[in-house]
């Protein structure tokens, strides 16, 4: 019964980050400061340093994968891939042990700041992949002009001067 309660609440969370509307994105500058006793509930539900620490890393992961995209600097995709599902299976791993991870002030600022980073990441890995796209038709029309001997091809038409 516990794990279905946590599974739910994981869902939930989930959901909430993904309706974050870019306007709330805009508005999270910093994360907000809590109260002693703020703090030590956070302690106690195991966020602070489980699902906290969590957010942080996979936005650490993700934020120095999109700051190589954007440099041009070399990338080495498998490695961050491995990352990034290593830190959302632990994000993921920790949500669901947390036993009430909404009390914490602090998770939703992070995850609408995650999900900041995971946009930014997503435009220029789209960026880079239409790069790749273009670069691989035009090297396919290459090869096949080369490998085509004109045998099949529509005759151009002469011009007559």
């Given at each position: 019964m516990k794990e279905i309660e946590h599974r739910n609440m994981a869902s939930s969370l989930e959901t909430?980050?993904?309706?974050?509307?870019?306007?709330?994105?805009?508005?999270?500058?910093e994360i907000?400061?809590?109260?002693?006793?703020?703090h030590?509930?956070?302690?106690?539900?195991?966020t602070q340093s489980n699902a906290l620490?969590?957010?942080?890393?996979?936005?650490?992961?993700?934020?120095?994968?999109?700051?190589?995209l954007e440099s041009r600097a070399v990338v080495d995709f498998d490695t961050f891939?491995?990352?990034?599902?290593?830190?959302?299976?632990?994000?993921?791993?920790a949500i669901r042990l947390t036993s009430d991870?909404?009390?914490?002030?602090?998770?939703?600022?992070q995850l609408i700041q995650l999900r900041a980073s995971l946009i930014r990441n997503q435009a220029a890995l789209q960026i880079h992949l239409d790069a790749v796209r273009e670069v691989s038709a035009?090297?396919?029309?290459?090869?096949?002009?080369v490998e085509s001997d004109g045998t099949y091809s529509l005759p151009m038409p002469v011009s007559r001067s």
């Open positions: 909430q980050a993904l309706a974050v509307t870019d306007s709330e994105l805009l508005a999270v500058e907000p400061v809590l109260t002693q006793e703020q030590a509930g956070a302690e106690w539900l195991g620490a969590a957010i942080e890393r996979l936005k650490v992961t993700i934020d120095e994968e999109t700051s190589k891939s491995q990352r990034k599902n290593r830190g959302l299976l632990e994000l993921t791993r991870i909404e009390a914490d002030p602090r998770v939703t600022p035009i090297i396919a029309k290459s090869i096949q002009e």
